[in-house]
Nanobody, 115 residues
Framework: EVQLVESGGGSVQAGESLRLSCTPS????????WGWYRQAPGNECELVST???????YYADSVKGRFAISQDNAKNTVYLQMNSLQPEDTAVYYC?????????WGQGTRVTVSA
């Protein structure tokens, strides 16, 4: 079973930054593909960013240039650095991992951005 623990959400003003963290239990970050999703109230789930085992990254157009996904193998943690946050970034953010044949999701962390 894949278990992921997220942290780092909170409430900020527009233009500020947050860093989300996701730490797995039972496996290492460098042995998996990772993604961050978000869901705002009334909206569909949106893929925000991914990082593959080979380091290839992807960003949704809505966050390109503002968000950065990374992983720290020593800390066994995946991060989503979110800069220049805007009210439209308000959502619950979920990390996701594909480890072998198993998928896993974090519990979600809420990000609220005020104008």
């Amino acid at each position: 079973e894949v278990q992921l623990v997220e942290s780092g959400g909170g409430s900020v003003q527009a233009g500020e930054s947050l860093r989300l963290s996701c730490t797995p239990s039972g496996f290492t970050v460098d042995d998996s593909d990772w993604g961050w999703y978000r869901q705002a109230p009334g909206n569909e789930c949106e893929l925000v960013s991914t990082i593959a085992r080979d380091g290839t990254t992807y960003y949704a157009d809505s966050v390109k240039g503002r968000f950065a996904i990374s992983q720290d193998n020593a800390k066994n943690t995946v991060y989503l650095q979110m800069n220049s946050l805007q009210p439209e970034d308000t959502a619950v953010y979920y990390c996701a991992a594909v480890h072998g044949m198993v998928c896993g999701w974090g519990q979600g962390t809420r990000v609220t951005v005020s104008a």
